[in-house]
């Protein structure tokens, strides 16, 4: 595996890979690897011929008073896992290479950075698209690998992709859970033992979500009521929201059909967690892709371009 820190080590050697017809398979990342980003790299090693992961604590995507001094970091663990993995080429920039002394150009996916997180973190989506954006211009043509976790996330990437004609190929692979059905995310490193228990609220509150509506409920109001009261029963844990939208541009729906996120995030000690599912619903047929477990189907390759929701 090569370890390289400058954007232009980078571009010259993916361009000579495409150049000798090989396909590159991109998955950026924060760093701190757990079973979510292992899945992301299996994904592309299953898929493409070369395997570029960039680890890169974006502090773009952060807010004033957020985590971005504290953000786990373990760069050696990292280098070892995505050796483990297959990785071909790790790109760990600093944050001078990516942004020089002073950037004043960013990126703004309209509307889709707005909603659910975006109210809370008004800039947050403007990092992501930004970095991504400047990832994209490095690596060049790619397939890119990104998670459902973050399912705005990969919203507002894909959104980005096609408006600016980037010559990427956005993959969505599977939400990675805990066998207790938290969902992995480098910041349940935060948590300490009794909010770890609490934490999984989230989960079981979505899973409420899914079962009300596989009962029959079509009312949006009420499924986001039903997933807001589990959470708040919990008193380690701060609903921030439960909301229900429309998979494809993030509204919310008159009713509930065709393709829904159910999406929760809350404050648990000091850690901000998040977590969706989403439901295809045609009339009395209800499927809900509630992700995968970390230790069963989490290195399935989700199969490209599309993934569609697991049963
Ligand atoms: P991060 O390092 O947290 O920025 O995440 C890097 C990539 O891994 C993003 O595409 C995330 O959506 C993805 N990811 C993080 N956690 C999970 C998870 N539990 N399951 C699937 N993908 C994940």
Same mark, same amino acid.
């Given at each position: ?19 000798? +017809? ?20 299996? /994904? =592309? ?33 990292? =280098? ?5 993995? +297959? ?22 996916? +309209? ?17 992501? =698209? ?10 060049? %043509?790619?397939?890119?690998?990104? +998670? ?44 300490? %033992? ?26 949006? /109001? ?88 697991? =049963?």
């Amino acid at each position: 595996m090569k370890r390289l820190e400058h954007a232009d080590d980078l571009r010259g050697l993916l361009d000579e890979a495409r150049a000798d +017809g090989r396909r590159v398979g991109f998955v950026p990342t924060m760093g701190y690897f757990h079973e979510g980003h292992r899945s992301l790299l299996r /994904a =592309a090693r299953a898929a493409d011929d070369l395997v570029v992961c960039s680890v890169f604590v974006n502090p773009l995507q952060f807010g004033a008073g957020e985590d971005l001094d504290r953000y786990p970091r373990d760069p050696e663990g990292d =280098a070892r896992i995505a050796e483990a993995e +297959g990785v071909d080429v790790l790109f760990v920039p600093s944050v001078e290479e990516m942004y020089g002394e002073r950037c004043v150009t960013t990126v703004r996916v +309209g509307e889709l950075s707005e909603v659910l997180c975006g109210e809370s973190r008004p800039t947050h989506f403007h990092g992501v =698209a930004t970095v991504c954006t400047k990832l994209f211009s490095i690596v060049g %043509p790619c397939r890119a690998y990104f +998670g459902k976790k973050d399912f705005q996330q990969l919203a507002v990437v894909r959104r980005a992709v096609s408006d600016l004609s980037m010559p990427v190929e956005v993959v969505g692979c599977p939400l990675v859970r805990e066998p207790d059905g938290l969902a992995m995310s480098s910041r349940n490193e935060y948590l300490e %033992p009794e909010e770890r228990e609490a934490a999984t609220v989230l989960f079981r509150a979505l899973r409420e979500g899914v079962a009300t509506v596989e009962a029959g409920e079509r009312d949006p /109001a009420t499924l986001r009521r039903v997933v807001a009261n589990v959470v708040t029963a919990e008193p380690l844990v701060r609903l921030e929201y439960a909301e229900v939208v429309r998979t494809r541009d993030l509204r919310p729906p008159r009713a509930i059909e065709g393709d829904v996120l159910v999406a929760v995030a809350g404050r648990v000690g000091t850690a901000r967690l998040i977590d969706n599912v989403t439901l295809a619903v045609q009339g009395d047929r209800v499927t809900a892709d509630l992700g995968v477990s970390g230790g069963e189907g989490a290195g399935d390759p989700p199969g490209p371009p599309e993934v569609r929701p697991r =049963a």
